[in-house]
């Protein structure tokens, strides 16, 4: 089944309409006597219905026609939802001014603004539950790498985050 995903991946890379776009994943898994193949994708500015309708269209097609999955299949092409976490600085770029909530690899939790991010990691204002006291230096932003997060989350916020 590896060999199907790296091949659809290939292919799917195709069918994107414009450099905006990317694969944030691609998953074939047996369900029920069929395979359900989930193709997440994202887009810098967003993904919007008839974009992801179309290119399934596309990629059933072709599969169908190079005969690629020979039994039936479920075929699912979507944008990944709020419970899916962030990976790779690009979805973490167009999250920029968003609360995300880090789990680090230590298990420590962190909530906050994301404020930058770059090939290496990301920088977030942490989330202050109570204003310093006169003289308590000010919160600073927070600098992770990718390698110190096992997991993070857009939150869904209602208002502004104070500065």
Same mark, same amino acid.
């Given at each position: 089944m590896a060999d199907v995903v790296a091949i659809i991946t290939?292919?799917?890379?195709?069918? $994107?309409?414009?450099?905006?776009?990317?694969?944030?994943?691609?998953?074939?898994?047996?369900? =029920?006597?069929? !395979? *359900? $193949?989930?193709?997440?994708?994202?887009?810098?500015?967003?993904?919007?219905?008839?974009?992801? =309708?179309?290119? !399934? *269209?596309?990629?059933?097609?072709w599969i169908e026609e190079v005969d690629l999955i020979a039994e039936a299949f479920i075929l699912e092409v979507s944008s990944p939802g709020l419970d899916y976490p962030l990976t790779g600085e690009r979805m973490y770029r167009k999250n920029i001014g968003r609360v995300i909530k880090v789990v680090g690899n230590d298990g420590a939790t962190t909530k906050g603004q994301l404020l930058t991010t770059s090939p290496e990691g990301f920088s977030l204002m942490p989330e202050v539950k109570k204003k310093p006291k006169k003289g308590e230096p000010a919160t600073e932003p927070i600098h992770f790498t990718f390698d110190q997060v096992k997991k993070a989350l857009v939150q869904v916020t209602f208002g502004n985050m104070p500065d």
């Open positions: 290939d292919r799917l890379e195709l069918f $994107l309409p414009d450099a905006e776009h990317f694969i944030v994943e691609v998953s074939l898994k047996p369900v =029920a006597g069929r !395979s *359900r $193949l989930v193709i997440l994708l994202d887009a810098d500015n967003g993904l919007d219905i008839e974009t992801c =309708a179309k290119i !399934s *269209r596309q990629l059933s097609a």
